[in-house]
């Protein structure tokens, strides 16, 4: 028995503690929907026999207009009543009014009247008492429960339907309509029973805050909320195209029946029958069906099943207009409405607030339902019936629905995900994912015109992704900003909002500062009409900061530009600075000697090099930089050692890696190969991805792919990061899905060998199973630090696969997901969870959410339900597993635990960690061992 439970607990997904919740809410809508499927063939009997079908239009039309008056009554009792009252009293007078139809029917008293009346308050409990149960179960469950237990809850609905239904076949013969109406209103009496039960046990039981939160409901017009809100509109658009053709397919299957079949106890038999019948295929799509198909796809193919199947057999209609066509197309309808498509636009409302969720759900649902069905009424009366046009035009028009609502269903879709990602965004202040250019624009003139002088750099680095005449003015105005930074900003960007030269710029070559001076070269050596002369006489200038600097511009642009060199005899004045910096470099200022330097790089004549390795060790920092920049730009392989050991100093590392840089495409395979050199210092290693991003090719965007996969952990998540910043910085290079899998796979194996090596450790950590054992302080304390290890590994192997997945996806939608999933809200990670469900596809979603969830689990959790997404380790198998794990941080770790544990197995894995590549992990398990031997000797 016991296995049984537990393989219908695997089968649907229900977790420890979700049962008795899960099977009331199912019993609760069993109740309804039995009641339902009880009243609904009885009143549709006795209403074809008293008005006959022709009659059916005109009560479409008042159940709209009755939906409309009780819509409002509805909302404006939401506003004054808690929503628990409002569900019990509604139950309650449906429950009574049933009773009382009943007798009247009983006692023979139906006239046209009351006809109208049952069928209008039939469809009225339709509407209420189903949106109130998934009203009530948003409140009890959130949005990750939802998308597991829904579909068990729903075949709760669809037994109803099928018990309902064959006991009216069976039973309506020899207890009568009236009784069987009466049985109908203490079904649903009962109810009222059960939903007190589960407000008790679940959502009295919440905290206060999340009460509130759950049941508020908004004081804003329903109407307004829907108008607002792209979704909720799309939202009330898939819910009433769907009515509306459900009522044009309910039509024709209702006019033949009632043609063929004249006996209303009869008639009330067959609708029964195959209204049972419908619900037995729609509680098998349910069971075996439908969890699959939304864990599995995206929630656009659970809503377009129903209307791509309605659509295909209506064209069969068309071509073959059979009795046996208009039964399939009923029971699609049927069967999927209740099943797939119910489950699926019950979770499109999941992302709403609660407080406009609860207002607005009712109404889509009672008020959409009903003005579709008023709608279907006027189409057969003045459009088939007045125009007296044959059945073929109800199929046409069913058909040019149906496609409508295919269209409408994509675009919910969209809006869904949307909300999600809006819902994170607002929770966790992460403010517009992306400004528009003029909304940026506008932003700039104002910091340009008072911000603070970091506020304006940081602007001037988006100047050239938003450039427009409209800031032309308010840029050229910072020429006069009192910062010679931000008077260089400006100069380096200029050509990105005029092409005219700017002849204020040039009077800025006076001014004694170093960044100012070359920006204002570069720009008046890059303007085509600045004279041969005028340029000139700043390379001859009496002033060297103004010469040098000149100098050292014209070697820039004339590297690959011969005529330029030759036109202004570069090689020549170059000499000439040599010869007067060997001669009296004490009458040079630093900077100056530091801009010849650095222009002797761009000169490809080996002549120079030894002065560029005289100052390579030089003691100013200053020239030694200029030298390591001019070395880089020799891109001589005889450098290479020098720049690659002043990576390890902080004051040189910018430029080394400028230098490194330098050398090109050819230097990548050389680098990627010391990145793999497991006795490189951790400071050499860590620059070597960034080296790689500042080449900006193909190559170097292939090679980051690889470092991203191997190494150290934080170097990996920093080589992915770099990935991250090229995508959105909207560089050009893209991965394809098929990469994207593996490298996504690759990374979720090690994440589940790491969760599992967490939880083991934490378990090992609590254990009292062995109380004779002493396990000392030490021992307890690198435990400790190795689960903290453990974790940061965890952060680190995510952050990396969110960077990966902004690669082929929108790099906003998955900063966000990754965001909501680091928030200390819960409700944050459930709903980032559903957003990245929505938006990854099938394969990377059935990797990645699995552990995400189980990663994510509470901190209360039983440690016995990880046994049922990850495997557990004993304590040897699990640091075998870590010392094995690329990554030397986790190592050493390892080893520090190994050293003091006392099992044999201790040994033997020192041993193997001896015999590593990495003199760093040899050294620290050659120590690990002797310590050992010497505590043996000791006792």
């Given amino acids: 028995m016991k296995s049984l439970l537990q393989q219908i607990h695997n089968f ?14 199912q019993l609760y809508i069993f109740l309804i929907i039995c009641a339902l499927l009880i009243v609904k063939p009885t009143v549709n009997a006795l209403f074809l026999y008293q008005l006959g079908a022709e009659n059916l239009s005109v009560a479409f039309i008042i159940i709209a207009v009755t939906a409309v008056v009780v819509s409002f009554l509805y909302n404006k009792s939401l506003e004054r009543f808690p929503l628990r009252y409002i569900i019990r009293s509604t139950l309650g007078l449906f429950s009574l009014g049933f009773i009382i139809m009943g007798f009247i029917v009983a006692f023979n008293w139906v006239t046209p009247f009351f006809a109208y009346l049952f069928y209008t308050m ?29 579909g068990f809850i729903g075949a709760g609905g669809i037994a109803g339907g099928i018990i309902g239904g064959y006991l009216t076949s069976v039973l309506v013969g020899f207890l009568g309509n009236g009784v069987l109406m009466m049985i109908a209103g203490l079904l649903i009496a009962l109810s009222t029973i059960v939903f007190q039960r589960i407000w008790k046990t679940r959502v009295q039981t919440l905290s206060k805050f999340k009460r509130k939160e759950r049941a508020t409901v908004s004081s804003e017009s329903s109407i307004k909320l829907i108008y607002q809100s792209k979704h909720l509109t799309y939202l009330a658009a898939v819910i009433g195209l769907g009515v509306l053709v459900a009522k044009l397919v309910d039509y024709q299957f209702s006019y033949i029946a009632a043609a063929q079949i004249t006996d209303p106890k009869e008639l009330a038999s067959f609708f029964g029958f195959w209204f049972s019948t419908f619900n037995i295929v729609s509680l098998l799509i349910q069971l075996f069906l439908t969890n699959k198909i939304l864990e599995n796809t995206d929630i656009s193919v ?38 797939l498509h119910k489950s699926a636009v019950e979770l ?10 609860n207002k607005t759900k009712t109404f889509i649902d009672v008020v959409v339902d009903s003005l579709a069905t008023g709608i279907a009424g006027f189409l057969l009366i003045f459009v088939i019936k007045g125009l007296e046009l044959s059945d073929t035009y109800i199929t046409g028009i069913t058909i040019a629905v149906v496609l409508l609502w295919i269209f409408v269903a994509f675009k919910v879709r969209d809006a869904y995900l949307g909300t999600f990602k809006e819902s994170i965004m607002i929770r966790e202040n992460l403010g517009s994912s992306k400004k528009s250019s003029a909304r940026i624009r506008q932003n700039m003139k104002i910091i340009f015109e008072s911000g603070s002088e970091k506020d304006i750099l940081e602007m001037l680095k988006r100047l050239p992704e938003v450039a427009h005449k409209s800031i032309k003015k308010d840029v050229l105005n910072l020429l006069d900003h009192p910062s010679n930074k931000v008077k260089a900003a400006v100069i380096d960007n200029l050509n990105y909002i005029t092409k005219e030269p700017q002849i204020k710029v040039q ?70 600075f040599i010869d007067e910096l060997e001669n009296r470099e004490s009458d040079l200022s630093i900077s100056e000697i530091a801009r010849v330097i650095e222009t002797l790089g761009y000169i490809k004549r080996t002549r120079f090099h030894s002065i560029i390795e005289r100052y390579l060790t030089h003691p100013n920092p200053i ?56 006795n490189l210092s951790h400071q050499q290693r860590s620059q070597i991805p960034v080296i790689v991003s500042k080449i900006h090719s193909e190559k170097a965007y292939r090679t980051l792919f690889k470092m991203s996969q191997r190494g150290n952990f934080k170097i990996r998540t920093k080589a992915a990061g770099l990935l991250y910043s090229w995508r ?13 899998h593996i490298m996504v796979y690759n990374e979720c194996k090690l994440y589940r060998a790491l969760l599992g090596c967490y939880f083991s450790m934490r378990i090992i950590e609590r254990s009292k199973l062995q109380p004779e054992k002493v396990i000392s302080l030490a021992e307890k304390t690198e435990r400790s630090h190795l689960i903290q290890q453990l974790k940061a590994c965890l952060e680190l192997n995510l952050k990396r696969v969110f960077h990966l997945l902004a690669l082929y996806y929108n790099p906003d939608d998955v900063f966000v997901a990754y965001k909501g999933l680091l928030s200390e809200t819960k409700e944050s990670q459930l709903q980032a969870m559903e957003y990245l469900d929505g938006l990854l596809g099938r394969n990377l979603k059935t990797q990645l959410l699995p552990l995400l969830e189980t990663g994510f689990s509470s901190p209360q959790q039983e440690m016995s339900d990880y046994h049922k997404h990850i495997a557990l380790f004993n304590q040897e198998d699990c640091l075998k597993t870590l010392l094995y794990i690329e990554d030397q941080t986790t190592q050493l770790k390892t080893i520090a635990l190994l050293k003091l544990i006392e099992e044999d197995y201790s040994y033997q894995l020192l041993i193997e960690a001896s015999d590593m590549t990495s003199h760093k992990i040899n050294e620290a398990a050659l120590e690990a061992l002797k310590f050992k031997n010497n505590q043996q000797k000791s006792a």
């Fill in 348 to 357: 499109l409302s999941l992302p709403i607030p609660p407080h406009i969720k």
């Fill in 623 to 678: 020239l030694k930089n200029a030298a390591l920049l001019a070395a880089g730009e020799t891109a001589r392989e005889k450098f290479l050692p020098v720049l690659y050991e002043e990576l390890e100093h902080i004051a040189y590392r910018e430029n080394c890696i400028k230098a490194i840089s330098s050398f090109g495409n050819a230097i990548i395979p050389t680098l990627y190969k010391r990145y793999l050199d497991k």
């Fill in 12 to 25: 649907f997904d229900i977790r420890d503690g979700e049962e008795s919740i899960s099977l009331m809410m």
């Fill in 302 to 339: 659970s809503l377009i099943a129903l209307p791509a199947g309605i659509v295909l057999l209506c064209v069969g209609l068309l071509f073959f207009p059979e009795l046996w066509i208009v039964i399939i197309i009923k029971g699609l309808d049927g069967s999927l409405k209740q099943s």
């Fill in 122 to 150: 039939v469809a009225m409990f339709a509407l209420l008492a189903t949106s109130q149960f998934w009203v009530m179960a948003n409140v009890v469950f959130n949005v990750r429960e939802a998308k597991r237990l829904f």
């Fill in 728 to 740: 959105r910085e909207g560089v050009d290079y893209t991965i394809n899905q098929r990469t994207l």
């Fill in 507 to 576: 009077d800025f070559i006076y001014l004694k500062d170093d960044d100012l001076i070359v920006s204002t070269m570069r720009y008046l050596l890059s303007q085509d009409k600045v004279s041969h002369q005028f340029f000139e006489q700043y390379l001859n200038y009496d002033e060297e900061f103004i010469s040098t600097a000149a100098l050292l511009c014209l070697a820039r642009e004339s590297e690959d530009n011969p005529t330029l060199a030759s036109k202004y005899n570069l090689h020549l004045r170059i000499q000439l």
